[in-house]
């Protein structure tokens, strides 16, 4: 590994070559480099810094309902009849 300057360092992966077209077609269509898409990639599967892996779940489901928080049991087990 070689280190670049910004805290960057160069490594090196290997992709098969349905794996590589799909990444080069992926980030043409978005505008991005090879590089800069793989880059996304590794981020949005690490956990976010300093919190568990299960952060990446918080504000996923939505109720429509503000006081939810106040019922979160009933909402995820149901009414208690």
Do not use: C, H
């Not at 098969?16 to 269509?29: C, T």
């Not at 590794?42 to 996923?60: D, E, T």
């Amino acid at each position: 590994m070689k280190s670049e300057g910004d805290n960057m360092i160069r490594t090196l992966i290997t992709l098969d070559e349905n794996d590589y077209a799909a990444v080069k077609r992926e980030a043409n269509a978005l505008g991005l480099s090879i590089a800069e898409f793989v880059r996304r990639a590794v981020r949005a599967a690490l956990p976010p810094r300093g919190q568990g892996p299960w952060m990446k779940y918080a504000g996923l489901v939505q109720s429509g309902d503000p006081q939810s928080s106040r019922a979160i049991d009933e909402i995820v087990y149901g009414q208690k009849d």
